[in-house]
Nanobody, 122 residues
């Protein structure tokens, strides 16, 4: 599975962006798909993940109530809707996939996209 993340850009604080993670090569199928982010000088951080049946988990501390993850099986794509963005959301966002939710959640997913930069200005 090849993953392509897109949708990043520059936005003012309080604004919104929608990131997309498109899969190619083969269907995402029952893979769990997640988003991670890495700010400059910081470790990679879990953001959200979604299962085949649509169950979603979030990093409650950092994105609670502001971000929503969803998936479109027909388009083989997972989305991350980000609202009420804050300067501290500035990071490179990566999507990843794995058949095992715990492994993905730990940052050890089998498939990774190349990342898309989100910059939130104050």
């Amino acid at each position: 599975v090849q993953l392509q993340a897109s949708g990043g850009g520059l936005v003012q604080a309080g604004g919104s962006l929608r990131l997309s993670c498109a899969a190619s090569g083969e269907p995402l199928g029952t893979n769990v798909v997640g988003w991670f982010r890495q700010a400059r000088g910081k470790e990679r951080e879990f953001v959200a993940l979604i299962t085949w049946v649509g169950g979603a988990w979030y990093n409650q501390d950092s994105v609670k109530g502001r971000f929503t993850i969803s998936r479109d099986h027909a388009k083989n794509t997972v989305y991350l809707q980000m609202n009420s963005l804050k300067p501290e959301d500035t990071a490179v966002y990566y999507c990843a996939a794995d058949t095992d939710r715990s492994r993905l959640r730990s940052g050890l997913g089998e498939y990774w996209g190349q990342g898309t930069l989100v910059t939130v200005s104050s």
